[in-house]
């Protein structure tokens, strides 16, 4: 079974500029999310989709981010504009109702400067 | 959401056995509770899930007392490849987890 798919896996960015990742889940998983984890910290939750609907984005800075999920497949996650505390990597995680557990990709580091 | 609390840091050595303990007082009836182990540069890994009493698979085993209200993570015969960071999550399979600061394991030879 193919993984959960990212890229880029790196990316520098000026403050300011804008920035997009790309997420393929695991063929079939209905649930997609999004995660932020910052260097020593533990991920944080951005935003998860239930097929190509959103079920929470509450901790999704919506002044500056944004994702979306079309046809319920792919993903992507976009910065609109970039600040320094941005910088960290993004992980995106795919799961299917009644399979415990997540599978999540490599993720994509991102560094402001 | 139930909160769940664990160890910063821990250190062992080759061939040990590793017991990390989290605590999650407020798990909810329909909780489950799951374990991560996490790389340095990769996402986090599903390491083992129960709900009650042992699950035991060819990594690792849980056990959760009668009341739910912590759990166990036993690592066998641990070697230098273990070394990680692992996060204790309680939550249902239908919704969202969220991760902690989780437990650092550091095995030296």
């Known amino acids: 079974e193919a993984g959960v798919a990212q890229s880029p896996r790196y990316k520098i960015i000026e403050k300011r500029q804008s920035v997009a990742f790309w997420c393929n889940p695991i063929?079939?998983?209905?649930?997609l999310y999004w995660y932020q984890q910052i260097l020593g910290q533990g991920p944080k939750l951005l935003i998860q989709f239930q097929n190509n609907g959103v079920v929470d984005d509450s901790q999704l800075p919506k002044d500056r981010f944004s994702a979306e999920r079309l046809k319920g497949v792919d993903s992507t996650l976009k910065i609109q504009p970039a600040k320094l505390e941005d910088s960290a990597v993004y992980l995106c995680?795919?799961?299917?109702?009644?399979?415990?557990?997540?599978?999540f990709g490599s993720g994509t580091r991102l560094t402001v400067v | 959401l139930a909160k769940t609390t664990q160890p910063i840091s821990m250190d062992s050595y080759e061939g040990q056995e590793v017991n990390i303990t989290c605590s999650h007082n407020?798990?909810?009836?329909?909780?489950?509770i799951t374990w991560y182990q996490q790389f340095p540069s990769q996402g986090p890994r599903f390491i083992i899930q129960g709900y009650k009493t042992k699950v035991t698979n060819e990594v690792a085993s849980l056990f959760i007392p009668a009341d739910r209200k912590s759990s166990t993570l036993s690592l066998p015969r641990v070697s230098l490849s273990d070394t990680a960071v692992y996060y204790c999550?309680?939550?249902?399979?239908?919704?969202?987890?969220?991760f902690g600061s989780g437990t650092k394991l550091n095995v030296k030879p």
């Open positions: 995680a795919s799961s299917s109702q009644g399979i415990y557990g997540y599978t």
């Open positions: 999550l309680v939550g249902d399979n239908f919704n969202k987890f969220y």
């Open positions: 407020n798990i909810a009836t329909n909780d489950y």
């Open positions: 063929s079939g998983h209905a649930t």
